[in-house]
């Protein structure tokens, strides 16, 4: 399985940005794809996480209500928007995913993507 996020950058308090992740390899048509974040000197944390089961979702406290996740299937890409970014939403984003058909950002995932850092600032 190869992961490839794009659309990091940086932006102002306020701002939104959209990651995607290009997805393929997967060797059966059930997987959940997540997107997870480390600050410097923090944990890697859980944002967000879709299965291609039946577009489930779930989200982490922190960006409910204004990070959403979405698949292409066709374009077998999952995208992360970002609305309403604060400083606290800096961090390198990764990609990752397994296979199954449940969804949930404390399974363990197997595939990683290299990253992507997105900076808000003033």
């Known amino acids: 399985v190869q992961l490839v996020e794009s659309g990091g950058g940086s932006v102002h308090p306020g701002e939104s940005l959209r990651l995607s992740c290009a997805a393929s390899?997967?060797?059966?048509?059930?997987?959940?794809i997540g997107w997870f974040r480390q600050a410097p000197g923090k944990e890697r944390e859980g944002v967000a996480c879709?299965?291609?089961?039946?577009?489930?979702?779930d989200y982490s406290d922190s960006v409910k209500g204004r990070f959403t996740i979405s698949r292409d299937k066709g374009k077998n890409t999952v995208y992360l928007q970002m609305n309403h970014l604060t400083n606290e939403d800096t961090a390198v984003y990764y990609c990752?995913?397994?296979?199954?058909?449940?969804?949930?950002?404390?399974?363990?995932?197997?595939?990683w993507g290299q990253g992507t850092q997105v900076t808000v600032s003033s």
């Open positions: 990752a995913a397994f296979h199954g058909v449940v969804v949930g950002l404390h399974f363990p995932y197997d595939f």
């Open positions: 879709i299965s291609s089961n039946d577009e489930s979702t």
């Open positions: 390899g997967f060797t059966g048509p059930y997987y959940t």
